[in-house]
């Protein structure tokens, strides 16, 4: 059965967790810190606990080394939103309160079977990494083996000539014990052979090997002894050579062999039969065998009647050519020491060193071989780099950057390393020093990391650093190290991974949340702007109409006028204060047209230029070929005026404001990364200017209704209100680049229309028109619109009937059906809206026309059906003359109902 640790700081909250996992799972609950060193396989703890034992959980983790244990934190839903990158780096998973208990054990059950997994991972390294020490410390003991039982003394120097090691046969060959001669200058060198060897080792040294050199070397007794010296550079991993590694054949029994046999045939012959060594003739010419040694008849497997008659060809794994290639130099003595493959009677194929040279037999040139076995040597050989191979391999194509560090420089670097710190291959880096290659932010931490590591050996845990590259790119990355010894210096193993990429899409998370709520708060306000709008308006279409007739009423000289002017005048700012509003709500009643932008702004830069003044210099840059959009085209001059106005303000003095217009495409990927844009064609409306700019915490706020920098009475709040609005209800989006004192473009963006671009032609101007005597019947649930529209339709020459309610409209169009011209009916009533009653209606007055009004919005009144082409319709609150122009119209036009 698992373990799950408890950390709940409440203990009916504690008790519920019991109650939840208790029947499948082992509980440990308690406050101590000390709890933490107990076994467990998951910790379920709240937000307290976290704060207070954040170090101490992340030391925990540290020390499964590399096993995955699980932390899931139990925290409000309206806290998950704050967590922090760094509370994240801690924890697995969240679970929000309250907490279901079918919920609760599929998350632990998700998280402990990742466990389970990491456990099962783990099991099969530490297997693998035991079979791998096993492999290197059999390779390791195989080649001491090989060395200790070489026939022939071996024996390594360090670059002054020191001896570093000496095996039994090298005791045996030269009488000096091991520890004789290990760390002393080599003993066996006669003092006339002196520059001999000087000579000898400068050549190994510079990188040359020497194989099967004869010379002369003394032993301890002082007698001397022909020998056989092969010796290579002894070289470290970065390829630097360290010292000499050498072997030395006693040559003396062979050479007595050989002038024994030059001075006697019947005297070699005797040593050729019972030497102990593989030994062959063999003609050069052409490669038969001559003769063979009962030796060579042993080792080979054939008797020496069938073995002499076979060619060195049968045996040798070499092409005919190249075997007699070999001979020659036998022959001239080019080289006397060889490695071949040697097949046997059985089939095998041994590994061989030969030497061989020539010798004169019965006046014929023959060429002598000593043929030693060496497959096991070889063996053991081939196991080791392959050993060291499969190691390399695998650090240098990890995903994750693995170095060494000694003495603060890099000493080794795997491709991924080399990669992270900005290098195109590790020898770049070798030997340069670590500190350079980080942040200088992060230098002073890395030094003291360095100094724990190598004098104090304190490993490293994790920690975000900033790597510095020459091109001045900065790669965020994750950091930990061990200390160790390499190459004769205290270091570290250093593994390092990079992680811009996570922090890269941690921010764009973060930035899309930011607008994301951005949006959201907008939307809000706008919801709340378009709830207060019908009222307001009917307050409104009563004080501005009774004030209107008032006005009429009342004589030029009269000092009440002057009051009631300024009464309808703060009506009035009342009457755009709230259509500011519903146009920032995007539930303003528009007519949108499709329309060429630049024609459009630029019936509008005389009237722009009187607005900003002659101090301030308008730019104006219209896009070529600039595609249609579609909108109401007053609202483009809201747009400009507002942005003119602001940019205006924003300039102390002399200043320059820029307008222009282009076509512009978003793609998906673009769109993914700007919360709020769409995908496609758009023309974009930009306007700039030198002033002020903005910085970033008045940027958060521009958008938002009655939000204004500048002083009382010198702005609402909502110019730049209404602008978002307008953008937003024609399925646009705006950008805002602004910083302080580098002045602030506005960019908009409006969705490319399609369909025949349609004339702006103005309004006119005539006096207000009155009526011809016809009957209109009035129905409105507000008494005083109701009596408003009755005394202004009747002081212009019209005949009212007036309803409340729409049955009451339908009662006296029975009674005057065949008067009646002329329906004007609110929208939404009691009974039914203005739609069904005038439907109702035209089975009474088949001929009668109508209509619309409401103080409603835009999308509450679409519902009804009365904003489509061909409806006649008025907003409240309206003017008298804005009102009789709208009677007019539905009278005089055939129309819908």
């Given amino acids: 059965m698992e373990t799950i640790l408890l950390l709940i700081s409440k203990d009916r909250d504690r008790q519920l967790l019991e109650d939840y996992l208790a029947d499948k799972y082992h509980i440990v609950a308690s406050d101590h810190i000390d709890v933490l060193n107990t076994a467990f396989d998951l910790c379920l703890l709240d937000g307290i606990y976290l704060k207070r034992l954040r170090d101490s959980l992340q030391v925990r983790r540290e020390s499964e080394k590399g096993v995955f244990l699980p932390i899931l934190l139990v925290t409000a839903k309206q806290d998950i939103g704050m967590l922090t990158s760094r509370i994240w780096q801690i924890i697995d998973d969240v679970?929000?309160?309250?907490?279901?208990?079918?919920?609760?054990?599929?998350?632990?059950?998700?998280?402990l079977r990742a466990r389970r997994l990491s456990l099962e991972l783990r099991a099969v390294q530490d297997a693998e990494l035991q079979r791998s020490r096993r492999a290197l410390s059999e390779s390791e003991e195989l080649q001491k083996a090989i060395v200790a039982c070489s026939p022939l003394a071996t024996y390594s120097l360090d670059k002054k000539g020191n001896v570093l090691s000496w095996n039994p046969a090298a005791e045996a060959m030269f009488g000096w014990q091991a520890r004789e001669v290990i760390g002393k200058p080599l003993p066996i060198v006669p003092a006339e052979k002196q520059s001999e060897f000087q000579s000898l080792m400068r050549r190994i040294l510079e990188g040359e090997s020497i194989s099967g050199m004869e010379l002369v070397r003394q032993r301890k007794d002082g007698s001397f002894l022909e020998c056989s010296l092969s010796g290579a550079p002894i070289r470290d991993s970065q390829g630097g050579i360290v010292g000499i590694m050498a072997t030395m054949e006693d040559i003396t029994e062979r050479k007595r062999t050989e002038r024994a046999l030059m001075e006697s045939e019947s005297r070699f012959r005797s040593l050729f039969k019972n030497n102990h060594a593989v030994m062959l003739l063999i003609d050069p010419g052409d490669g038969a065998i001559v003769d063979a040694n009962p030796a060579a008849c042993s080792y080979y497997g054939?008797?020496?009647?069938?073995?002499?008659?076979?060619?060195?060809?049968?045996?040798?794994?070499?092409?005919?050519?190249?075997?007699?290639?070999?001979?020659?130099?036998?022959?001239?003595?080019?080289?006397?020491?060889?490695?071949?493959?040697?097949?046997?009677?059985?089939?095998?194929?041994?590994?061989?060193?030969?030497?061989?040279?020539?010798?004169?037999?019965?006046?014929?040139?023959?060429?002598?071989?000593?043929?030693?076995?060496?497959?096991?040597?070889?063996?053991?050989?081939?196991?080791?780099?392959?050993?060291?191979?499969?190691?390399?391999l695998l650090v240098e194509n990890a995903p994750d950057g693995v170095f060494v560090q000694t003495q603060g420089r890099?000493?080794?670097?795997?491709?991924?390393?080399?990669?992270?710190?900005g290098g195109r291959e590790a020898g770049e880096l070798l030997g340069m020093p670590i500190v350079d290659?980080?942040?200088?932010?992060?230098?002073?931490?890395?030094?003291?990391?360095?100094?724990?590591?190598?004098?104090?050996?304190?490993?490293?845990?994790?920690?975000?650093?900033?790597?510095?590259?020459?091109?001045?790119?900065?790669?965020?990355?994750?950091a930990s190290a061990v200390p160790m010894h390499y190459e004769g210096h205290d270091g570290a193993l250093v593994?390092?991974?990079?992680?811009?990429?996570?922090?890269?899409?941690?921010?764009?998370?973060?930035?899309?949340?930011?607008?994301?709520?951005?949006?959201?708060?907008?939307?809000?306000?706008?919801?709340?702007?378009?709830?207060?709008?019908?009222?307001?308006?009917?307050?409104?279409?009563?004080?501005?109409?009774?004030?209107?007739?008032?006005?009429?009423?009342?004589?030029?000289?009269?000092?009440?006028?002057?009051?009631?002017?300024?009464?309808?005048?703060?009506?009035?700012?009342?009457?755009?204060?709230?259509?500011?509003?519903?146009?920032?709500?995007?539930?303003?009643?528009?007519?949108p047209k499709v329309l060429d932008l630049n024609v459009t702004v630029e019936s509008m830069l005389k009237i722009l230029r009187?607005?900003?003044?002659?101090?301030?210099?308008?730019?104006?840059?219209?896009?070529?070929?600039?595609?249609?959009?579609?909108?109401?085209?007053?609202?483009?001059?809201?747009?400009?005026?507002?942005?003119?106005?602001?940019?205006?303000?924003?300039?102390?003095?002399?200043?320059?404001?820029?307008?222009?217009?282009?076509?512009?495409?978003?793609?998906?990927?673009?769109?993914?990364?700007?919360?709020?844009?769409?995908?496609?064609?758009?023309?974009?409306?930009?306007?700039?200017?030198?002033?002020?700019?903005?910085?970033?915490?008045t940027l958060e706020n521009i958008f938002e209704p009655f939000f204004t920098t500048k002083g009382v009475g010198k702005g609402t709040g909502l110019g730049l209100a209404t602008v978002y609005g307008i953008v937003k209800q024609n399925d646009g989006f705006i950008n805002v680049y602004s910083e302080p004192g580098h002045g602030t473009t506005f960019k908009i963006y409006f969705p490319r229309a399609t369909g025949d671009i349609t004339e702006n032609r103005p309004a006119d101007a005539e006096k207000i028109p009155e009526g011809k005597g016809e009957t209109?019947?009035?129905?409105?649930?507000?008494a005083s619109i109701l009596a408003y529209v009755e005394e202004l339709l009747t002081s212009i020459n019209y005949k009212v009937l007036k309803a409340?309610?729409?049955?009451?409209?339908?009662?006296?169009?029975?009674?005057?059906?065949?008067?009646?011209?002329?329906?004007?009916?609110?929208?939404?009533?009691?009974?039914?809206?203005?739609?069904?009653?005038?439907?109702?209606?035209?089975t009474i007055c088949p001929k009668i026309k109508c209509l619309y009004m409401s103080g409603y919005t835009a999308d509450i009144i679409a519902q009804r059906g009365v904003l489509t082409t061909g409806i006649q319709f008025i907003q409240k609150p309206f003017s008298a003359r804005e009102l009789a122009v709208k009677v007019r119209a539905a009278l005089e036009h055939s129309q819908k109902i």
């Fill in 804 to 842: 409340e309610t729409p049955s009451d409209a339908l009662q006296k169009a029975r009674t005057h059906a065949t008067e009646l011209s002329l329906l004007m009916t609110d929208v939404i009533m009691p009974e039914m809206n203005g739609r069904e009653l005038a439907q109702q209606l035209l």
């Fill in 495 to 591: 593994f390092v991974r990079d992680i811009s990429e996570r922090i890269k899409s941690e921010k764009q998370r973060q930035e899309l949340e930011a607008q994301l709520h951005q949006a959201q708060k907008m939307e809000s306000i706008g919801r709340l702007a378009g709830g207060v709008a019908h009222d307001y308006n009917n307050i409104l279409s009563v004080i501005l109409g009774f004030t209107e007739l008032a006005l009429r009423k009342v004589k030029p000289g009269d000092p009440l006028r002057d009051d009631l002017n300024k009464i309808y005048a703060a009506a009035e700012r009342s009457r755009d204060i709230t259509r500011k509003l519903l146009t920032f709500a995007r539930k303003e009643i528009i007519a």
């Fill in 610 to 697: 009187k607005l900003i003044g002659e101090d301030i210099e308008l730019t104006w840059r219209p896009g070529v070929h600039l595609w249609p959009v579609k909108m109401d085209p007053s609202q483009v001059d809201q747009i400009l005026a507002n942005l003119c106005v602001n940019a205006r303000d924003a300039i102390a003095d002399v200043g320059k404001i820029t307008i222009e217009t282009g076509n512009v495409s978003f793609d998906q990927d673009y769109c993914n990364r700007h919360a709020g844009f769409s995908p496609g064609d758009f023309v974009f409306l930009a306007v700039s200017d030198d002033g002020c700019g903005m910085d970033a915490a």
């Fill in 410 to 421: 890099f000493a080794y670097l795997n491709r991924a390393a080399t990669r992270i710190f």
């Fill in 776 to 782: 209109i019947l009035v129905v409105e649930d507000d």
């Fill in 437 to 478: 290659y980080f942040h200088p932010d992060c230098r002073e931490f890395i030094r003291e990391q360095i100094q724990l590591l190598n004098r104090d050996k304190i490993p490293v845990p994790m920690h975000h650093v900033t790597v510095l590259h020459k091109d001045g790119t900065a790669v965020d990355i994750e």
């Fill in 302 to 392: 054939w008797s020496k009647d069938q073995i002499t008659r076979m060619n060195i060809a049968d045996i040798n794994t070499l092409s005919p050519e190249q075997i007699h290639e070999e001979m020659n130099r036998a022959k001239t003595q080019q080289r006397h020491h060889f490695e071949f493959r040697h097949r046997l009677a059985d089939g095998t194929v041994r590994d061989v060193e030969v030497y061989s040279g020539p010798i004169h037999v019965s006046g014929r040139v023959l060429l002598y071989s000593l043929v030693f076995d060496v497959t096991e040597r070889k063996a053991a050989e081939q196991a080791r780099l392959a050993s060291e191979a499969r190691f390399r």
């Fill in 95 to 111: 679970i929000s309160t309250p907490i279901e208990k079918g919920e609760l054990h599929a998350r632990i059950e998700v998280l």
